[in-house]
């Protein structure tokens, strides 16, 4: 019996799809470990000879790949996607309490993952507090050369210190929020801030103020907390 040599665009999408899926988790959990972005830059961090930000590429790519070929996937099997939807749809809604559930538990993951609930909240400080250790480790590791040139290792320990504290991510938090925290007068605190070429409102996220104006936490509440 012969083998069929000739080329198939129906498995080749199908192979394509489900190992770009694999790729996915994979990068997914490299990215979860990794360290913050600024200390895997100097400290040049690496996995398998690959930087965060070259992680960080694959994972972005390989997702629009993956979503373009489910896309070519779906119109390949349209007629048994829409034939496997109708039959299943039929039993779904037979199971009227079943699909309330799902529903329900969707709804609940994903209101309580942008809410930051328990126990959502502690997966995401689980990988916060895996990405610090990476510096922690530097540091506690007395490497001077890493460590004596720059002040971001040290202003980088203080922020984990800080949000270990507080209980969950720094990063995540408003800056009203921080604010509030550190008693500090909202308009005053805010006023401070622009002064110093900060433009910034009190519903913006710590991590992303952090990021534009490269600056540490720590710097940051120095600012309107430092008389």
């Known amino acids: 019996m012969k083998s069929d040599k000739k080329f198939k665009l129906r498995p080749f999408v199908s192979l394509f799809t489900a190992l770009s899926f694999i790729h996915l ?31 960080e590429a694959q994972h972005t790519i390989i997702g629009f790949l993956f979503i373009g070929f489910a896309v070519i996937h779906l119109i390949l099997n349209w007629k048994p996607f829409i034939n496997y939807i109708r039959s299943k749809a039929k039993k779904a809604f037979n199971r009227t309490w079943e699909l309330i559930a799902a529903v329900v538990l969707v709804v609940f993951i994903s209101l309580g993952a942008g809410y930051n609930l328990v126990p959502f909240s502690s997966v995401m400080n689980l990988g916060e507090k895996l990405s610090n250790s990476w510096e922690q480790k530097a540091l506690s590791a007395g ?31 408003d800056l009203k929020t921080v604010i509030e925290e550190n008693n500090a007068d909202l308009q005053t605190a805010i006023a401070r801030l622009k ?11 710590m991590k992303d103020i952090s990021i534009k104006y490269d600056m540490g936490f720590s710097d940051l509440i120095d600012i309107f907390t430092k008389e």
């Not at 895997?40 to 965060?52: D, M, P, V």
């Not at 002064?195 to 996220?205: K, Y």
Request: hydrophobic share 35%.
């Open 25 to 55: 988790i994979i990068t997914s959990v490299i990215l979860y470990i990794a360290p913050p972005g600024r200390f895997a830059n100097y400290a040049n961090w690496k996995i398998f000879g690959i930087t965060k930000s070259g992680w």
């Open 195 to 205: 002064a110093q070429g900060l433009d910034v409102s009190p519903d913006d996220i």
């Open 143 to 173: 490497d001077s050369s890493k460590t004596s040139s720059s002040g971001q290792m040290a202003e980088s320990a203080t922020d984990t210190k800080q949000e270990s504290a507080t209980g969950q991510g720094m990063g995540r938090k």
